[in-house]
């Protein structure tokens, strides 16, 4: 075994490795030697890699596997339950796809927790409808642009004023008894976000790319309208 391609033992990491390298393999369809040809990995590297008991590659060995198969470095040691249920959220919620391919550049900039949170929403009794899924984007990016002007903050001379803010209305909340929590919860009410009548929200004072043109929520109106059998579509994909 090369000792600058193995490390020291580290059960739990190593069988998350072991099991997601099969599952990768599986999924693409290849064999020890299709691995060794892609990465340039020794077959004997790739048997031990394998093995739930076996010792975790060094750095540049992971790096070297992920990038010939194609991924990240952090897919080879995700926990499998969550990929499950995150392939749970994607089957249950197949609307989201259609947001997405519809409007690409709201997207713009996400992360895959982003993704997730959104997969992961469900509507009243179900998997999201195509208006709850573009509620569910609005709200995520708005959350987004949100964090990004508090990072910026928090990096001026405003930082004390806005953790003090911050720190009052949250003992508000808290002493309330969270009741602002499950008012919340009915419905979003804050600052740039207004329900229209169709029921989708209005984030008036976020960028562009979070919520799209009038026309292209015009064009999501009357989708969501012929989902529903309420008008015809009259809407090129």
Known sequence: MPADKMGPKMPESTNRLAENLRRVMGKKGLTIADVARRTGLDDRTIKLMLREDGSRPQARTLHQLATGLGIDVDELFQNPSLLRRRLFDRRTNPIVDEVTARHPHWFDGWTSD????????????????????????????????????????????????????????????????????????????????????????????????????????????????????????????
């Open 114 to 237: 982003d993704f997730d949170d959104l997969y992961s929403r469900f509507g009243t009794g179900g998997q999201l409808t195509w208006d709850g899924a573009v509620e569910a984007v609005q709200t995520i990016n708005l959350r987004r642009t949100t964090f990004a002007k508090v990072a910026l903050l928090l990096e001026t001379g405003q930082a004390d004023m806005l953790v003090g803010m911050i720190d009052l209305m949250y003992g508000q909340v808290v002493i309330s008894g969270g009741e602002e929590l499950r008012n919340a919860a009915d419905g979003p009410r804050r600052a740039g976000v207004t329900p229209a009548e169709d029921g989708v929200l209005r984030i008036d004072d976020a960028p562009r790319s979070s919520v799209g043109l009038d026309d292209e929520r015009a064009d999501d109106r009357r989708l969501g309208q012929a989902r529903r059998g309420e008008v015809p579509a009259n809407v090129t994909r």
